[in-house]
């Protein structure tokens, strides 16, 4: 039974940093892991590193359940500076990043959304579609300690097929003196060559024996650049595949992550322990991004089969010229504030053989996002003579983009064909081979998720017991409201027509807004780290405001079309004005409102035999889930126009028993056996299980149909839809480990597991021309687009809004998988050479993980029986190893983290290809220097090494990468990188 007397609690806390979480309350879900009692625990002396390291390594000794701990060093001072990153040094969990920092975590390969991230044992609300928490948000300085828990308990609150990380704060009174430390650093991104600052204060105090307050305020700005040159979609040809879209862009982050922290202990007895924990982060994100792309519209008929080269080991083609190449500069601005809440007020009462607990949390996540694309491209469609340009295909899977024909588009030059004209219709100046602006896209998201709990639980001490040391009983109830607002504007030249002005032309047809006119240079410093090939451009025209671009397109507008301000006529001031003008609003369909409401009761025994050498628990959970979804359906004009759309109403309950058993058995003082079985669950991620569907489309009639073996231009328009019926995940996981404690810092650990995976979902995507029922026509202005009759009969004539047949390129809906397995074993291994003379100082650690796995992804479904894939985000080997010296002032580690290959996707929406992600390794360094004990230096340089994170796309005919089938690997689908980030900081503890 847990001990919390304020006498004893300060005994054992003096000068010991481990007690930030050794005797908080590991509210797990609220649901506490039995720790040992405290004389059962040995208490240890905690410094640095090496302290951190020795009681995380006691944690899990004493642990019932399969589980790693991460402990901070200090007060404030977790090893790594961002949860995520600290929680890839744990066996068996990756990360995967964005702009270069760690932001979602697998565990045992399970993707984010299927584990459960929880603070101080309450649900953290989702700033985005699905569950995923992005660890980049939350700052490591504000955190004690992280559990992660790979097999769980009956009381253990549900909803994790990987496992549960549950980060702990520190609790006032625990610690039993006042403290507070100070944090200042500075962030040195190497690829954009930026500064950026942060800073932490945090103070705690006992202001009674019986009341404290902890707090802490954390402000942190990141600026970096993330590099990349992509390869969208692929196409088998006669001679090979080639990539049919090929862009590089750069994008700029600019980010400032605030937030605040409040924990309160009262104990107005020594039998009562009551806290609130508050936990406040706000996050102002602002991306810029400029991409050169271009696009391969009429397929292998634009090749020129004379100038293939082809790899036959691998049916790639390494060089190809193209004739009608689309080209098109896209700049896009993403505006983003999102804020976290995270509340919880509990107690503990201990009633002599009873221990009861309550707890009620309340989490709530906000996310105002807008998106804005300007889209600049040329006449590929009118333009009888089309851009061309030679690819070709050199090191790390990169293609040049090079002069060929008589034609070329160079991305180095800021006024390609400027000096040509073209008149039609008595309109000079109208430059087909000229870039000018095109559509303007807008991408308004909000979402809303709130989370409200409330849980009971009791605990019954058995001392006359000789099998079980106590009975526990509890409830949880919880309501999650998930809003999400997810809507687009597609504003396109065609569309800008007014029949009152300027005889009905459109602006494109009219007088197009040339891009150079409007654009300026951009050479992003150090591109791709130096490291793009020949051919590659590293320099484009791009719209560096979009102030600006605004400004000068109204202004065209207006010019255009006469308009002035003197309430005469309509008068544009800003993209809002047009959309106005022209009667459009937000595409609304792509929007639901989710309510899942869940009661769960378990019963648990906590075994206790063998004087003490069996210990464990056995216990069932009995969960029911209530999903309830809104969404609005109808037409696209009516979408688009404000008009009145059905909204629609669905529902899905479902039930799961989950029994576990854990048991842990001393071998001898250092050695335990542990074995763990349980069924587990985890619901789909909101934007799954939704009502309804978001669509997107091109502005302009599908003209697939043409009878001509070399017209193989594809519509670009899509439909994502939700399942509402999706069945929850399912699996059946067993564990087997070994634990060895050869000294107070020394341990090996050897263990196994097998999830046996009844049910999963995964994206199903069909290609083609396809049309979905409610779908099956949209209305709206396509000019100067015309009908696929009028494009055949050679007419010339713009034509009237009207209504055409609406077909998808892609259609894509999450189902459910039929199954499949995983199985894996784990090794770490953490010892201090303080048994060699002359190393005392120095330490290792080391873990590694090799995964097997197989899924079922409904291969008739795939249109192909022999399609073999492992599954999703399973790299076969893992591991990280980390050297650290530490004496009394210097501390010094160095560590690497290595994965190998995974599938990233099974099928791609735009070309219906496997992808897969390309092995990766990074090394990380960090020190600090103590001047005086209050007082130290600390640095650190991530991405040592400056890697980059690559996909490729193979055939999923190919086989699977991972159990060797020979898959080509030389098809880039996306290459990323960021470089390295340095940061240097003062500490002070007072």
């Known amino acids: ?206 202001l009674s024996d019986t009341f404290g307050i902890a707090a802490a305020v954390s402000h942190e700005q990141i600026d970096t650049r993330t590099d990349s040159m992509s390869n969208w979609s692929w196409e088998e040809s006669e001679q090979g595949f080639y990539p049919t879209r090929w862009g590089v862009s750069a994008q700029g982050r600019e980010r400032e992550r605030s937030s605040v922290l409040v924990n309160l202990q009262w104990q107005p007895a020594d039998n009562i322990d009551s806290y609130l924990d508050v936990t406040y982060s706000k996050v102002e994100d602002d991306f810029l991004t400029h991409s050169f792309t271009s696009w391969i519209p009429y397929g292998y008929g634009a090749i020129d089969a004379d100038s293939v080269v082809t790899d036959p080991s691998t049916n790639t083609m390494t060089e190809f010229a193209v004739d009608n190449l689309y080209i098109s500069p896209v700049d896009e601005n993403i505006g983003a504030d999102i804020d976290t809440l995270t509340v919880q007020l509990g107690a503990e009462i201990e009633l002599e053989k009873w221990t009861l607990s309550f707890a009620a949390g309340y989490s709530k996540a906000e996310t105002e996002q807008l998106t804005q694309q300007l889209y600049n491209f040329d006449h590929w469609w009118l333009n009888g003579d089309q851009h061309d340009a030679l690819f070709k295909l050199g090191s790390d899977r990169q293609y040049s983009y090079l002069p060929w024909g008589t034609e070329y588009y160079d991305a180095a030059k800021t006024d390609n064909h400027a000096g040509e004209t073209y008149e039609q219709d008595g309109l000079v100046d109208f430059n087909l081979n000229r870039l000018n602006q095109g559509p303007i896209m807008r991408l308004p998201v909000e979402n809303t998720d709130e989370d409200t709990s409330f849980k009971v639980d009791a605990e019954y001490d058995l001392d006359s017991s000789e099998l079980f040391s106590s009975v526990e009983v509890g409830a949880r109830w919880n309501k999650r409201t998930k809003e999400t607002l997810s809507a687009s504007q597609h504003l396109g030249p065609w569309e800008i027509a007014f029949e009152d002005y300027n005889g009905g032309w459109s602006l494109w047809g009219a007088e197009p807004l040339f891009h150079d006119a409007n654009a300026e240079r951009f050479d992003p410093k150090n591109f791709m780290g130096g490291n793009a090939n020949s051919g590659v451009p590293t320099g484009w025209n791009s719209i560096h405001s979009f102030d600006t671009a605004i400004t000068s397109y109204t202004a065209h507008m207006n010019k255009l079309f006469g308009f002035t301000d003197d309430g005469s006529t309509p008068y544009f001031t800003d993209f809002d004005s047009v959309f106005e003008t022209m009667g459009m609003t937000p595409d609304r369909r792509g929007s639901a409102d989710n309510e899942e409401e869940t009661m769960a009761v378990y019963l648990q025994a906590n075994i206790d035999m063998l004087d003490g050498d069996l210990t464990g628990n056995v216990g069932v959970r009995y969960v029911q889930t209530d999903l309830t979804s809104k969404a609005l359906t109808g037409g696209y004009y009516e979408a688009t126009h404000g008009m009145e759309l059905e909204q629609i109403s669905l529902e899905h309950d479902y039930d799961n028993v989950l029994p576990s058993l854990n048991l842990s058995y001393k071998l001898n003082s250092e050695m335990v056996l542990r074995f763990a079985a349980a069924k587990v669950m985890a619901r789909p991620n909101f934007n799954q299980a939704k009502a309804g569907a978001s669509t997107t489309t091109d502005g302009w009639y599908d003209i697939d149909g043409i009878n001509d073996p070399d017209w193989t231009v594809a519509d670009e328009d899509s439909f994502v839809g939700g399942n509402v019926k999706l069945d929850p995940y399912e699996a059946n996981q067993f564990d087997l480990s070994y634990e060895y404690y050869f000294s107070e810092t020394g341990m090996f650990s050897a263990g196994v597991y097998y999830k046996d995976i009844e049910t999963f979902i995964f994206n199903f995507v069909e290609l083609g021309k396809v049309q979905v029922e409610g779908y099956e026509t949209e209305i709206g202005t396509r000019e100067p687009f015309y009908t696929e009759e009028d494009f055949l009969a050679g007419e010339v004539a713009l034509p009237s809004p009207q209504e055409f047949p609406l077909f998808f390129e892609s259609v894509s809906m999450p189902i459910n998988g039929e199954g499949g397995k995983i199985s894996g074993l784990e090794l770490g291994f953490l010892t201090n050479f303080d048994f060699i003379k002359g190393f005392e100082n120095f330490g290792i650690q080391a873990n590694y993980t090799y995964a097997d796995s197989e899924a079922d992804y409904f291969k008739e479904s795939f249109g192909d029986e022999s399609v073999d894939l492992p599954y999703q985000y399973q790299s076969e080997d893992t591991y990280n190893i980390m050297g650290f010296y530490e004496d009394d002032n210097l501390m010094v580690r160095v560590a690497y983290n290595w994965r190998s290959e995974s599938l990233e996707n099974p099928i791609n929406n735009l070309d219906g290809m496997a992808i897969w992600r390309d092995d990766y390794g990074q090394l990380d360094a960090s020190f600090s220097y103590k001047f005086t004990e209050n007082f130290e230096l600390i640095g650190s340089v991530s991405n040592v090494l400056e890697e980059s994170t690559e996909f490729f796309s193979a055939a999923r005919t190919d086989g699977n990468l991972i159990k060797g089938d020979d898959v080509p690997t030389d098809r880039n689908y996306n290459q990323t990188y960021n470089g390295r980030t340095l940061r240097l900081g003062v500490r002070a503890v007072f």
């Open 1 to 206: 039974m847990k001990q919390f007397y304020r006498n004893k609690l300060n005994l054992a806390c003096i000068n010991a940093i481990a007690v930030l979480t050794l005797t908080a309350p590991s509210v797990l879900a609220a649901e506490e892991t039995n720790e040992a009692s405290t004389d059962e625990v040995e208490v240890i002396q905690i410094t640095g590193l090496r302290g951190s390291l020795s009681e995380a390594v006691n944690r899990k000794r004493f642990s019932e359940v399969v589980s790693d701990t991460i402990v901070a060093e200090d007060i404030g001072k977790m090893p790594d500076r961002n949860i995520a990153e600290a929680l890839q040094r744990i066996t068996g969990v990756g990360i995967a990043r964005d702009n270069g920092e760690g932001t979602s975590v697998t565990i045992r390969g399970i993707a984010d959304n299927l584990n459960l991230t929880l603070i101080n044992g309450q649900t953290v609300a989702s700033a985005g579609e699905g569950r995923g928490i992005d660890f980049s948000s939350m700052p490591s300085s504000m955190i004690s300690a992280i559990e992660v828990y790979k097999s769980p308990m009956a009381k253990h609150m549900e909803g994790s097929i990987g496992g549960t990380i549950n980060i702990l704060t520190a609790r006032p009174l625990d610690v039993g003196e006042a403290k507070g430390t100070a944090f200042v650093e500075a962030v040195y991104n190497e690829n954009n060559e930026e500064t950026s600052p942060a800073f932490t204060f945090s103070y705690m105090t006992p």
